[in-house]
C-alpha cells in the first residue's frame, strides 16, 4: 500500500511544496497497479505464508479492508477481457468483476472497489525522483482456477506469472511509465528471487539506499 498511498500524496502537493521537502521518493515492491493477490484473498483469504494459519478463517477479517479493494487489479493495466477467475461453468473477466463479487455473495467487496476507484485511475506521475525497488522471478499468482467446481466453492488452482510472490510485474514496474510524463528521473532495481517481504531486509537494498541517504565520502 505504501506505493500508492504516497503517490497519492504527492499528487495532492503542489510542486513548490515537493520542490521544498522532497528529495526522492524510494519504494520497496511498489504495487503501484494492484495485484491479482487481492482477487484470491477475496475468494479464498490467504493464510500469511503460515502452517499455523487458515486462510478461509483469515478471509472473514481479510475481506472487510477497503485497502484489499484499492489493491485489485488497476484497469489501467489489466485488459477488460483479461480472465481472472475460470470455473468450469464460466470465467470472470475484468469486466465482469461485479459478478464475480455477487457470486461470491459479498457484495460489499464491489462497493468498495467504486470507491477506491478515483484512486486507481489517476495514474498520473508523482513529479518527484522514484527509485523503485522491486524482486522478480517469483510464482505470483495470475488467475484462479476452479477446475473441479462450477462455482466459487473449494480450492482453486493458482496459475501463476511472474512478480514477487504478492505484485504482478506488470504492477511492480508500472512506474517506469512516468519517465516521459515527469522531468524527475525514475530509477528502477530488479532483484531476482527476492519475494515481497524478504526485500526489507535485503543487503543491496538497504546499502542502495544508505547510498542515497549518506554523502558520499
Known amino acids: 500500500m505504501g506505493g500508492p ?5 504527492l499528487q495532492q502537493q503542489t510542486r513548490a ?9 524510494v519504494t520497496l515492491a511498489g504495487a503501484w497497479a494492484g495485484s491479482a493477490k487481492a482477487v484470491k484473498v477475496f475468494a479464498i483469504g490467504d493464510d500469511l505464508g503460515s502452517f499455523a494459519l487458515s486462510g478461509k478463517t483469515m478471509r472473514a477479517e ?3 479492508s477497503p485497502s484489499l479493494a484499492w489493491l485489485m487489479p488497476s484497469p489501467l493495466f489489466w485488459k477488460p477481457d483479461e480472465i481472472l477467475v475460470q470455473t468450469q461453468s464460466r470465467a470472470y473477466t475484468y469486466n465482469q468483476l461485479e459478478e464475480f463479487f455477487d457470486d461470491l455473495q459479498y457484495r460489499t467487496g464491489w462497493d468498495m472497489m467504486q470507491d477506491n476507484k478515483k484512486y486507481m485511475m489517476n495514474f498520473s506521475p508523482p513529479d518527484v525522483e522514484v527509485h523503485a525497488l522491486y524482486g522478480t522471478n517469483i510464482s505470483t499468482v495470475e488467475k484462479l482456477y476452479y477446475r473441479k467446481s462450477k462455482g466459487l466453492d473449494g480450492t482453486p488452482e493458482l496459475i501463476n506469472g511472474d ?4 505484485v504482478n510485474l506488470r504492477s511492480l514496474q508500472a512506474c517506469t511509465q512516468w519517465r516521459d510524463k515527469q522531468k524527475p528521473k525514475i530509477y528502477t532495481m530488479e532483484l531476482p528471487e527476492v519475494d515481497h517481504m524478504a526485500i526489507l531486509s535485503d543487503s543491496r537494498v538497504i546499502k542502495y539506499i544508505l547510498d542515497l541517504l549518506l554523502p558520499a565520502n
Do not use: H, P
Open 17 to 25: 511544496w515537493k520542490d521544498k521537502y522532497i528529495a526522492r521518493l
Open 5 to 9: 498511498m504516497s503517490l497519492v500524496f
Open 62 to 64: 481479510q475481506i472487510t
Open 163 to 166: 512478480g514477487d510472490g504478492t
